[in-house]
């Protein structure tokens, strides 16, 4: 009994301790962007990072995600007769839910693993040491346009996520399914409104928020060796989806 | 001049730094030697703020730098210059912007002035030539030899240099002592080695102090060093463990 206790007890304390690392983190990054100089070089190749070398990616799972939307949509709404209405299903699925989600998940294995890798081998090779001795604040240096760089690029890709996903519905559901070209945009204009954008938005910003300081933090924070990186990096990758998944529900339950 | 005074760190329940107690001239190149583990490496760290002391003090210029942080300890680390142990080069840069990293970022100076500082740095640890190499295309000891040229190129007072020879072979270890040898007298500065390559380093330290469980057991020039009656720096010197204490 004391063992479970004990265990119970050492578990959170932990759990604790790093909850509180990782708002100190976040709170030091806030801290540093209002403190100049801004380094912009540094944002611009994360945003390229993010953003341009994930495009491909966030394609092929958008235009994919919107096929199948409206493959699945047209089966069950076959069944009501509501074959009308697949337009909508498939804009509000992705810019509500799937489009958010599914593109941060996307760009968590491929943009954030590797962010943590980097800063990991920085951490682990002594380069952030050598930031530091050059009085180069590596929080400024390394994170702040890293996280930056995932709140501008997050929505975009998002947004391109949707609109390739809306595409692909388009694709099968008028030239596989044969429903007519006017019933797929004028049902869709008719049921999605702003509100459902801005919904969207507020899940890309945050997800690209959690996701690069998630990241971030795990790579500053990476083990030693080869190991310890590996660690970290399989860590920021599974905490980010986990953390995605539960951020989602509870801003849609909000946000509804 | 840097002065540490009564220096303790411990890492949970291990205690690194028992009291180290040193002093490292102006102008000098002083060695630390001591065994693998022993702390070396982590005195260095105190000594450009990269970790804190328990307790104690290091007096650079007068001023206690364990009390600074921020801008103030920044201002002291613009005159310090430090080689790592594997170089710490940023690998997702050409040798070129690694040497001109410590311009670009901190001075303003144009880059036709940068360009002339770095390809003199260069040239002063004979990497002619090898400008728009990255980190991953050299060898270990040409990477030294890049990250000498960044401690350089800023004109530091003092250079840190944390086991700069460790991984060579025996003729690269002595080319890169004649550089660090050659290049102090250049740019006269003030420089700590922290090594164990006996004798070698015997060759260019002004000072040499043995640091042995966590204290600095033994200071002087290499000749005392050489010639002392202390056990511990005897039997280090000669490579014997003694009954498992060294």
């Known amino acids: ?256 | 001049m840097i002065e540490i005074k009564e220096l303790y760190k411990s890492f949970g329940k291990q205690q690194v730094l028992k009291g180290v107690n040193l002093v490292i001239n102006e102008g000098e190149v002083t060695a630390v030697i001591g065994r693998s583990g022993g702390g070396k490496s982590v005195l260095l760290k105190h000594i450009v703020g990269l970790l804190k002391p328990d307790s104690g003090s290091i007096f650079i210029n007068g001023e206690d730098i364990t009390k600074l942080k921020g801008a103030k300890l920044d201002k002291i680390r613009a005159d310090i210059g430090v080689v790592f142990q594997g170089g710490a080069l940023f690998d997702s840069m050409t040798v070129y912007d690694n040497v001109a990293f410590p311009l670009t970022e901190k001075t303003k100076l144009n880059k036709k002035e940068i360009h002339e500082k770095v390809m003199k740095a260069l040239s002063d640890v004979g990497l002619q030539g090898m400008e728009y190499k990255y980190p991953a295309e050299l060898s270990g000891g040409m990477r030294k030899r890049v990250a000498l040229a960044r401690a350089l190129i800023g004109n530091p007072k003092t250079i840190l240099f944390d086991e700069p020879t460790t991984g060579l072979d025996p003729i690269l270890v002595r080319s890169i002592h004649k550089l660090i040898r050659n290049t102090q007298k250049l740019y006269g500065f003030t420089g700590l080695i922290i090594s164990h390559e006996i004798p070698e380093i015997f060759e260019i330290a002004d000072r040499v102090a043995m640091l042995h469980d966590g204290r600095i057991v033994e200071v002087g020039t290499p000749e005392e060093i050489q010639k002392s009656e202390n056990l511990i720096v005897k039997n280090f010197i000669i490579g014997i463990d003694n009954g498992g204490k060294l």
Request: some cysteine; glycine content about 10%.
């Open chain 1, 1 to 256: 009994m004391i063992n479970i206790v004990r265990f119970i007890g050492g578990f959170s304390l932990n759990f604790l301790s790093f909850l509180g690392k990782m708002f100190v983190f976040l709170f030091e990054f806030i801290y540093y962007i209002f403190i100049p100089p801004f380094k912009f070089k540094n944002f611009l190749r994360q945003v390229r990072f993010f953003g341009n070398k994930s495009m491909i990616v966030v394609i092929f799972t958008g235009a994919f995600s919107g096929m199948v939307l409206a493959l699945q949509g047209f089966y069950a709404l076959n069944k009501f007769g509501a074959e009308a209405l697949l337009g909508p299903v498939v804009a509000l699925s992705l810019i509500r839910e799937l489009g958010p989600v599914l593109c941060a998940l996307m760009v968590t294995g491929r943009a954030g693993s590797a962010v943590t890798a980097e800063i990991g081998i920085m951490r682990i090779t002594e380069q952030i040491d050598a930031l530091t001795v050059m009085a180069v604040n590596p929080m400024k240096y390394v994170v702040v346009p890293n996280i930056l760089a995932g709140l501008l690029t997050f929505p975009l890709l998002t947004a391109i996520f949707d609109i390739v996903g809306i595409y692909g519905g388009y694709m099968v559901s008028v030239h596989a399914l044969g429903l007519s070209e006017g019933t797929y945009f004028s049902q869709m204009e008719l049921y999605v409104d702003m509100g459902d954008i801005r919904i969207g938005l507020y899940k890309s910003l945050s997800f690209g928020l959690l996701v690069t300081w998630i990241c971030t933090f795990m790579g500053y924070n990476s083990g030693y060796g080869a190991r310890g990186v590996s660690r970290a990096t399989t860590n920021a990758v599974v905490l980010s989806s986990v953390v995605i998944l539960i951020w989602d529900y509870m801003l849609g339950a909000f946000l509804l």
